[in-house]
Each structure stands twice: as structure tokens, then as C-alpha cells.
């Protein structure tokens, strides 16, 4: 019996797959977790590209943008983010032609969803 327990203290196999049991799920939430974070960066860089494009289209281009409709329907257009509608408002503003825009992002993490506000304004002479 003593021998059985010694064979079974120096056996080795099955190691690797308990190392992997602990390293997996850290290494999954990491992976997971900077997917999400991409998705969320992309989102805000569209937001503000759509932004800087909609004031300067009503700065520039007065053919395409002549009223503020027209300007919220161009800025709506040049956004490419993920599949969530923002709210985007057109304003004359002091510095020139002002776009605002703001999206609830919901980002669903398993156990709880956070809702992020995220907003960008932009004015353009």
C-alpha cells in the first residue's frame, strides 16, 4: 500500500491539463475583454468621426447641408459604428457650426449589463 501511494506522489501525468483548468478562464476573460473593449473604441472613433463630418458639411458644403434636418440626416450617414442608433443634434453655435452627438452603449459582461454614455460635440468655423 505505501508503494502505491509513493507511484502516485512522483507520477506527473495530468498536470499540464490542471495548469490549464487554472490559466483558461483568466486567459478567456482577458481575451473577451479586449473584444470588447475594441468594439467600444471603434465606437467612440466613429462617433467622433461622424461629429467632425457633419459640422464641416455644414460649414462646406452647402448644397448637401442646407438646414439642420439635412445636417442630422448627413451625420447619421457617417456613422459606421456598431448597430446602436445615436442621437445627433445640429446647433449655430458661437465658434461656427456645432454637432453634437450621444449614444447609450450597453455592454453585457455576462453577470451585468453597463450602459456607458458616450457623447461627442463638434464645431466647425
Same mark, same amino acid.
Given at each position: 500500500?505505501?508503494?502505491?501511494?509513493?507511484?502516485? &506522489?512522483? +507520477?506527473?501525468?495530468?498536470?499540464?491539463?490542471?495548469?490549464? #483548468?487554472?490559466?483558461?478562464?483568466?486567459? %478567456?476573460?482577458?481575451?473577451?475583454?479586449?473584444?470588447?473593449?475594441?468594439?467600444?473604441?471603434?465606437?467612440?472613433?466613429?462617433?467622433?468621426? #461622424?461629429?467632425? +463630418?457633419?459640422?464641416?458639411?455644414?460649414?462646406?458644403?452647402?448644397? %448637401?447641408?442646407? +438646414?439642420?434636418?439635412?445636417?442630422?440626416?448627413?451625420?447619421?450617414?457617417? &456613422?459606421?459604428?456598431?448597430?446602436?442608433?445615436?442621437?445627433?443634434? &445640429?446647433?449655430? #453655435?458661437?465658434?461656427?457650426?456645432?454637432?453634437?452627438?450621444?449614444?447609450? &452603449?450597453?455592454? +453585457?459582461?455576462?453577470?451585468?449589463?453597463?450602459? %456607458?454614455? %458616450?457623447?461627442?460635440?463638434?464645431?466647425?468655423?
Amino acid at each position: 500500500m505505501l508503494n502505491q501511494i509513493k507511484s502516485l &506522489y512522483g +507520477d506527473r501525468q495530468g498536470t499540464t491539463a490542471v495548469e490549464f #483548468a487554472i490559466v483558461a478562464p483568466v486567459f %478567456i476573460a482577458m481575451l473577451l475583454g479586449t473584444l470588447a473593449l475594441c468594439v467600444a473604441l471603434f465606437l467612440i472613433g466613429s462617433l467622433h468621426f #461622424a461629429v467632425e +463630418d457633419g459640422a464641416r458639411c455644414a460649414s462646406v458644403k452647402s448644397t %448637401i447641408c442646407t +438646414d439642420a434636418a439635412s445636417t442630422v440626416a448627413y451625420t447619421q450617414t457617417r &456613422y459606421f459604428g456598431p448597430n446602436v442608433s445615436p442621437n445627433f443634434v &445640429y446647433a449655430a #453655435a458661437a465658434c461656427g457650426n456645432s454637432v453634437t452627438g450621444s449614444i447609450s &452603449y450597453s455592454m +453585457d459582461v455576462g453577470f451585468r449589463t453597463f450602459v %456607458i454614455p %458616450i457623447s461627442a460635440t463638434s464645431c466647425f468655423p
